[in-house]
């Protein structure tokens, strides 16, 4: 669906144009309108307009002086002009190309449509040329490092990618990976003092970095990394055969790599190798396994080198990876991803039933996450956790030696519903009261109102308000203020000694005749007419 954009200094032709055609069957969604070249560039700041239609004659500036700016900001938006006959060769000669179409007035709503069907046509046969320029594929292969660059951040972090999306990924950006079979992580700590380098600076040593691991690693094996958020430089390293001889010679490799930025950057870096494992469902713990080892055996020790095989210890019990994975019970309440929060609450307890003698522990865990992510999003709002909570907060507060599973399911999936219904009533709250503001605001200013003047009241977006006000009452914006006004306008036709000019000013049109031109179409009849029927 297109959007389009009416601009004149005549407001009754730009109204009438605007309920004129049949908008939805030519494909056009919204229709915007402006009354002077100034509004219509303050619009086109916040609306995505497809077509201008403009008429070239208007005080300040002219329908050519507006073609001239969209033609500098949006250049793909499409211009008709609406002109007179006089004027009609010199906007000719102005314009040229960048006009897809001139009118010379009167333009009939038939000629209108039919011009309008016309440019449609053509931006749809752009918008599937564009698909297929060769300018589209080259900006799309410079994307592509940094593309790979996300891919590979997203599965440390612990994104589940569904079999096919993750299918289709690989092959898009180019990944010569194979789903399942063995890789490993070569996770790399920068030990230079770079605080007073500037970020371009830096930016170029660590893809320097980048390029010379890449060199040493891709005569046998294919490579793609990433950086942190701990700011490590994290490579995933996958052959097409992995054989012991290739996974041995990986660690020979690693040390090149490390020796190489030191001899040709000068700079000093400390390598840890994860295990191996598949790609891409072991990612995430392999990552998290390769840091756990710069904390429990390098430290703050320089220029290290560590292959996790080499970890002697083992660890019984091992962090939930469902618990850890993005998004996090914080990141998802943060933004109120209720739907999201549920699902992560399935699958933590799938994952929980398979840990044996380890449940409780993780239940400690699982509970402690919990109860943290419930009192961060409560304070937040300004909120205790005893005005939500009540007296279960008693019950939440206490680990029972007998807990088991299924308690802590129920307490979990209880607190979630209880957290979830407040944030229902707080929001309706706050769009009620919210709503109320700008009903009573439209109300006492029903003269000069217009979405702009209301969304600066309440201090949001217009196109904020605009959706807003069509969820909450069902109403677009402008229909509720015309409606209001007709129905003070009847109100005011009640009195004999006011005539038709003066209320159509006290109800917010300058131009009767356009006045009675919509009371009309709202009632049958004109104003003189109902007022004579009284």
């Not at 070249?37 to 008429?55: M, P, Q």
């Not at 289709?168 to 790399?188: N, T």
């Not at 995430?284 to 430290?299: Q, R």
């Amino acid at each position: 669906m297109y959007e389009i954009l009416i601009v004149d200094d005549h407001t009754h032709l730009v109204d009438s144009l605007a309920i004129g055609l049949p908008w939805e069957q030519m494909g056009i969604s919204h229709v915007y309108k402006a009354y002077s070249g100034e509004e219509a560039l303050e619009l086109l700041n916040y609306r995505s307009v497809d077509i201008v239609v403009t008429d070239i004659h208007m005080n300040g500036m002219t329908g050519l002086e507006l073609i001239a700016r969209i033609n500098e900001k949006w250049k793909n938006t499409k211009a008709v002009i609406i002109t007179g006959y006089d004027e009609f060769q010199y906007a000719r000669e102005a314009i040229g190309q960048r006009v897809c179409d001139y009118l010379l007035k009167p333009v009939s709503n038939e000629e209108l449509e039919q011009t309008l069907r016309t440019i449609i046509d053509r931006i749809t046969e752009e918008g599937i040329e564009l698909v297929n320029q060769q300018k589209f594929a080259y900006r799309f292969r410079e994307s592509l490092p940094k593309l790979r660059e996300m891919f590979l951040f997203d599965l440390i972090s612990g994104k589940n990618y569904p079999l096919s999306d993750l299918k289709d990924k690989i092959q898009l950006y180019g990944l010569p990976f194979s789903v399942e079979k063995e890789a490993i992580l070569l996770c790399m700590r920068v030990e230079e003092d770079y605080s007073n380098t500037d970020l371009y600076s830096l930016s170029l040593i660590e893809y320097a970095m980048f390029n010379i691991v890449e060199e040493v690693f891709t005569n046998k094996l294919n490579v793609m990394y990433c950086k942190d958020s701990h700011d490590y430089l994290i490579f995933l390293v996958q052959a097409n055969q992995i054989e012991q001889t290739e996974k041995a010679s990986i660690e020979d490799l690693a040390r090149l790599s490390q020796h190489q930025i030191k001899l040709y950057l000068k700079s000093k870096v400390s390598i840890v190798l994860s295990n191996w494992g598949a790609f891409p469902k072991d990612i995430m713990p392999m990552y998290h396994s390769a840091l756990s080892i710069y904390t429990d055996y390098i430290g703050y020790q320089t220029e290290s080198f560590f292959h996790a095989t080499q970890e002697k210890e083992v660890f019984e019990i091992q962090p939930l990876a469902e618990l850890y994975r993005s998004h996090t019970f914080m990141e998802l309440i943060d933004f109120e991803q209720w739907t999201a929060f549920e699902t992560k609450l399935n699958r933590i307890f799938d994952e929980l039933e398979g840990a044996g003698s380890g449940a409780r522990e993780y239940g400690v865990e699982i509970y402690v996450t919990l109860l943290q992510a419930y009192s961060y999003y409560l304070h937040k709002k300004g909120k205790r956790i005893f005005d939500v909570f009540g007296r279960d907060i008693e019950k939440m507060l206490k680990i029972d030696a007998s807990w088991s599973v299924e308690p802590l399911k129920e307490w979990a999936y209880s607190s979630f519903i209880q957290i979830k219904a407040y944030s229902d009533r707080r929001s309706d709250n706050i769009r009620s009261d919210l709503m109320e503001r700008i009903r009573r605001f439209i109300q006492e200013n029903i003269i000069d109102i217009t979405l702009q003047t209301v969304a600066d009241h309440v201090n949001l977006h217009p196109v904020y308000v605009s959706n807003l006000f069509k969820q909450e009452t069902g109403e677009n914006f402008s229909n509720y203020v015309l409606r209001l006004r007709m129905e003070k306008a009847v109100q005011l036709l009640n009195h004999k000694d006011l005539k038709i000019s003066q209320i159509a000013h006290e109800v917010g049109y300058q131009k009767p005749q356009y006045f009675i031109k919509l009371f009309k179409t709202q009632f049958g009849m004109t104003p003189q007419e109902f007022k004579n029927s009284l």
